[in-house]
């Protein structure tokens, strides 16, 4: 109790009841100091054991003895939040296989003579792989492409897709196109895409998505994907334009944002519903300059993700 000045004759009546019960007290402390601790040890394990529980629970070092976390509370548990249950429409892609294809490779530059190789891309022969663009200071597309890829992977996981990507970075060149193709049928995908920057000229701005003609060659055979694969790119378009705020590529597809090829053996080949997406100019001042953004990067691969999803989920 805190001292009180204003009152000496109850303080010292409060001294002698003090005094006589002393002897007393010193014998229950004598018996207490002999006696197991009972209430801040017992404590202390108890809320070990309720951090434990909760993932919190203090480092264990070589002797066994277990140390209290910094700053915890020696009588009570430090608070923990419990985690918020996952809403239905972050796993809306529960059961999907989406694969990713990060153009090029950062060391197909130092490859050509493997990357040069023809392969059969069923309509003609064609070089395996290529190095890509890149800006005026140096940032390669396949940096880039590598880059939004890992990105996009973690907005469609978070929303409960199977995720694939065709390399990741971890091969010293390639793949080739053809085997990138094999990637996604092979999967099963419910959609891919390969994930691009283009290489124009200057004043040339914007985005577009590249589908994949009606093809029936050799090896390749796209009627059963065709109607998929431009519902995919339309419903890209849409939600990477809102993403980004960048506009369809003033260069090709009158506007539309949309470009039809039957010279891609990535396209080609495929029997699963498959885009190419060129996220814009990298060529070009104004585009390279949101390229080499982070921030916008991100919304370039929240754009690719939305207008996944929307596809997806009908």
Partial sequence: MPYDHRNTARRTLALALAAAGCC??????????????????????????????????ATQGESGAQSRPPFASPSAPRPTRSPLPASPASRSLSGRTVVIDPGHNSGNFRHSAEINKKVDIGTVRKECDTTGTSTDGGYTEASFTLDVSHRLRDLLTARGAKVILTHDGDRPWGPCIDERARIGNAARADAVVSVHGDGSATGNRGFHVILPAKVRAGSADTAKIVAPSRALGERIVERFARATGTSPANYIGSGTGLDVRDD??????????????????????????????ATWRQKAAQGLADGIATYLQG
């Fill in 24 to 57: 007393a007290a010193l014998a229950g402390c004598a018996a207490s100091q002999a006696s197991p601790p009972n209430g801040k040890a017992q404590g202390t394990q108890g809320t070990q054991g309720t951090q434990g529980a909760q993932g919190t629970q």
């Fill in 264 to 293: 891609l053996g990535g396209l080609n080949l495929s029997t699963v519903p498959k885009v190419f997406v060129e996220c814009g100019n990298m060529r070009d001042p104004k585009d390279a300059k949101l390229f080499t953004s």
